[in-house]
């Protein structure tokens, strides 16, 4: 599998998104180093905490034993039709930088489906790590 089937999981994931109260629809696709593609979307509820795409797609994963990465491509916008630059929230960030090097690549997606290439440290420069 490449990016473009990537990129094509990521987008059937968002028809699966459970938002009720944003009506945004995101969808996940994780590359794990194996070559097995998991898939992830947004699932909401009215308590205190909702779930993200890509932390559905990287739980997904690294509770069936996967625990190395290559990229993630990431898709969202307001209804199923339409896409809008869509990149993960700082939970998010956080949450993947326990999991991936600096090489790892976070795909977003454009309204007209251009692919833009991300790193963690693009987007997370100063994350929280803990030092034991």
Not at 70 to 84: F, H, K, R, T
Not at 106 to 127: F, K, N, Q
């Amino acid at each position: 599998m490449d990016l473009n089937d990537a990129i094509k999981i990521a987008k059937d994931a968002r028809k699966n998104a459970y938002c009720p109260y944003s009506k945004y629809y995101v969808g996940a696709a994780l590359m794990a180093s194996s070559g097995k593609i998991y898939s992830g979307c947004n699932i909401q509820n009215h308590g205190i905490m909702s779930i993200c795409a890509e932390r559905v797609a990287f739980l997904k994963a690294i509770s069936e034993g996967e625990k190395n990465f290559e990229y993630i491509v990431v898709c969202g916008g307001p209804n199923l039709e339409s896409l809008e630059e869509c990149l993960p929230c700082g939970y998010c960030r956080q949450f993947m930088s326990e999991f991936v090097n600096s090489n790892f690549k976070i795909y977003g997606l454009l309204p007209d489906d251009t692919v833009v290439p991300y790193s963690i440290p693009d987007l997370l420069p100063h994350g929280f790590e803990l030092k034991i």
